[in-house]
């Protein structure tokens, strides 16, 4: 059962996992016809394919330290560090240790 997204007005907590960080699962936290934020939680040598996104993104690492690689360049962040990427630019995440970082995604240029 998938869970529900958070409704406008509603509090999010986005704060480290701490020790339930292991059985926690990437989620969806809200998407509207502008905007989705997700959760992705990834244990230490797990990754995310290279792909792309039609909109802005933004990764926000939470905890742990994670890798983010675009063509010809690699950047590390590390817990409170934000990335951001322009639509349609290819990356990968892997994470270097186990974290959580929040995901925005503009879907509407």
């Known amino acids: 059962m998938a869970l529900p ?3 406008s007005g509603q509090v999010i907590d986005v704060g480290p996992l701490g020790g339930r960080l292991a059985q926690e699962k990437s989620v969806a936290l809200f998407k509207s016809a502008d905007l989705e934020l997700m959760r992705l939680v990834l244990p230490a040598g797990k990754s ?7 909109g802005d993104i933004t990764i926000h690492c ?8 675009t063509v010809g360049a690699a950047a590390v962040l590390q817990a409170g560090q934000l990335l951001y990427l322009a639509r ?4 990968g995440v892997r994470a270097l240790r ?11 240029p």
């Open 62 to 69: 939470v905890e742990g330290e994670i890798e983010v690689t």
């Open 5 to 7: 997204h958070a409704q």
């Open 98 to 108: 186990d974290s959580s970082a929040l995901l925005t995604v503009a879907l509407r």
């Open 88 to 91: 349609g630019v290819v990356h």
């Open 48 to 54: 995310l394919h290279e792909h792309h996104v039609p």
